[in-house]
């Protein structure tokens, strides 16, 4: 590791500009050590450290194959365009790799065929028959049928009838496996040393071991390394859950209905429409209108003739689709796994929570430690678990990864001469009067000072409505909203106009890399912690106090501290940065729990008046606020 990352190391021949960090070199010996030693390592890395080669470098040494994860697609891009090549160079070799995505990225060539030969009958509206149309130059000529290629997002009913979707393929039973786009994508990842995949994908693959059933995602490998690590258990309890949906429903009847067109027989038709019919009266009489909402016996008790009802819809179109060919199995499966999870939904019981969504029901696992705990950890496969912010003990108990390693190093950045930490005195506390009418001024004052170049983090879609709109009308600056477009372009769009002003909620809280001038300042609405009427946070919390422990201080408060510390992150982005965060939540005075989110942000001056803002901001050097 000393040879890649020290001074005059092969890391230094390779990039220009590259620096030597200290903490980098520990991380990469780290996970060098926990490689050899099939030892689980959890490893905290501030911004600033480098941890993408970090782990790279080490697991192309190690001749073992790797499987690295990640829970967005921003960094799975940057993985693959710069710190693959960048890793490449410095061992002065090619380097075999392989983006590896779901199958519902991918197109079917299959359901392709069964489309165009019903005359594209299954398209559901004319504005999906149009796209269709748009779409044939492109369904001609993909060497990889990734609708990443794509220059727009088609129509999801539209997709859902074209792509290979893990509940539909028939794998090597499929006629048309010889020319599957999805299945060429996993003969390359079987080929290549380094897999890049994502955290869904992955847990897919557990899920599906775990559950005993056959055909797995990945290849065989020997080591996983999950950055952004922090979102994994959220990942975790999305893939050991399952879920009932109208479109779900719907998409197997239309499967059944093709089918059976294909094989020249006649769809049946009224076990169909039993199945919509009986759908609707279960997933739309618990139907929330909005948001999600957890699933009591009051609510089972409503739907609960019908839901009987459709469990025996569904197991009766399984027998009756069960021995009639591969494709008839696997619908017959789909049926059986859509009956399993209804009867979840509706099972209130103290290891689960369920809850209703716009279209859908759901159902998740309280506790995921001890499925990883079996499933994952104790495996043949070493884990790395890297993150900014990771809240190692925390972390490696939500997870069930107790007993691993674990390695903790700061930023390299100098945040006492980069950053400024204003905590203005006076506001109101959330949901007071006049909140958000005292905050947009607040924001107004400091983006005036600030010149715009500010990215305004809110916690939920209402304050980024209240709060977007209150600034945009005081000041002369360009203000982006968040679902004005889709993410990359406002942030391409945010670099390139340097005094604009972005507000924007949940997923900019994590993974926006914005170095230079266009980000000066970060402000802050309120302390994020997780919504406490949530159904999956609500039993969460249950479970600690059942347990006997303290709700608040267990699993509330730092989860919230974690997605801060995230949210700080989002300022510093190299050394020539420099920039004011802004948290505009009196708690952090007012509350006796406010020291312990202090203590965990990077030690930077903390000013509270905006004069203090301004003398920052006029002390500019060039190229950065």
């Not at 689980?40 to 080490?58: C, N």
Request: aromatic share 6%.
């Amino acid at each position: 590791m000393e040879e890649l990352f020290g001074p005059g190391g092969r890391l230094e021949s390779a990039l220009p500009g590259f620096e030597v960090r200290d903490e980098q070199i520990a991380l990469a010996r780290a996970v060098a050590d926990a490689l050899d030693g099939g030892e689980h390592l959890l490893a905290e890395a501030g911004t600033g450290t480098g941890k993408s080669l970090a782990y790279l470098l080490p697991a192309l040494a190690s001749g073992r194959r790797v499987v690295v994860a990640t829970a967005t697609k921003a960094l799975q891009e940057q993985l693959l365009l710069n710190d693959v090549p960048a890793a490449a160079a410095a061992l002065g070799r090619d380097v075999s790799c392989a983006l590896l995505k779901g199958r519902e990225n991918y197109l079917c060539r299959r359901s392709l065929h069964g489309l165009e030969l019903l005359g594209g009958a299954l398209l559901r509206t004319e504005e999906d028959a149009a796209q269709f149309d748009e779409l044939r130059g492109w369904i001609e000529t993909t060497e990889t049928g990734d609708r990443a290629e794509l220059p727009f997002e088609p129509r999801p009913a539209l997709w859902a009838e074209l792509a290979v979707g893990g509940d539909r393929c028939l794998g090597r039973n499929c006629a048309f496996r010889g020319v599957c786009l999805s299945e060429a994508a996993r003969e390359r990842a079987a080929g290549a040393e380094l897999v890049i995949t994502n955290h869904a994908l992955y847990l897919a693959d557990v899920a599906m071991r775990a559950r005993g059933r056959d055909g797995s995602v990945l290849p065989e490998h020997d080591a996983v390394v999950f950055d952004e690590a922090h979102r994994l258990e959220d990942a975790a309890s999305a893939w050991f859950g399952g879920r009932v949906s109208l479109p779900g429903l719907r998409r197997l009847a239309r499967d059944v209905e093709r089918s059976a067109r294909e094989r020249g027989g006649s769809p049946p038709a009224s076990a169909l429409d039993r199945l919509d019919r009986l759908g609707e009266a279960v997933v739309g009489t618990l139907d929330p209108g909005r948001g999600r909402r957890r699933l009591g016996v009051a609510d089972v008790d409503r739907v609960l003739d019908d839901a009987v009802a459709l469990g025996a819809a569904l197991t009766r179109l399984a027998e009756g689709l069960a021995g009639s060919g591969e494709e008839g199995d696997t619908l017959a499966r789909r049926a059986l796994a859509a009956a399993d999870d209804l009867e979840a939904c509706l099972d209130v019981d103290a290891d689960l929570v369920s809850w209703a969504e716009p279209g859908a029901l759901a159902w998740a696992p309280v506790d995921v430690s001890q499925v990883l705990r079996e499933a994952l950890w104790e495996s043949d496969v070493t884990a790395v678990l890297v993150s900014a912010t990771l809240e190692a003990p925390f972390l490696s108990r939500r997870l069930g990864l107790e007993g691993a390693r674990e390695l903790v190093l700061d930023s390299p950045f100098d945040f006492r001469e980069q950053a400024l930490l204003y905590l203005p005195q006076g506001l109101p506390e959330p949901r007071t009067p006049a909140y958000f009418e005292r905050l947009a001024d607040e924001i107004v004052s400091l983006c005036e000072l600030s010149r715009g170049r500010a990215l305004v983090l809110t916690t939920s879609y209402a304050a980024l409505d209240e709060l977007g709109s209150r600034i945009a009308a005081h000041l002369p600056y360009p203000v982006l909203r968040q679902g004005d477009a889709p993410r990359e372009r406002l942030l391409e769009r945010f670099r390139a106009e340097i005094d604009s002003v972005l507000v924007a909620t949940q997923t900019f809280w994590q993974g926006v890399d914005v170095p230079g001038e266009s980000l000066s300042l970060l402000v802050i609405e309120k302390l994020p912690f997780a919504p406490p009427d949530d159904p999956l946070v609500q039993a969460r919390c249950e479970r600690v106090s059942a347990d006997g422990g303290d709700w608040f201080a267990e699993y509330a408060l730092p989860t919230a501290v974690l997605q801060l510390r995230q949210g700080f992150g989002r300022l510093i982005r190299s050394r020539a940065d420099r920039g004011v965060v802004a948290i505009l939540d009196s708690r952090l005075r007012t509350r006796a729990y406010g020291r312990r989110f202090l203590e965990a942000l990077p030690p930077c001056p903390v000013a509270a008046d905006l004069a203090d803002v301004a003398r920052f901001f006029s002390a500019d050097r060039p190229g950065r606020a």
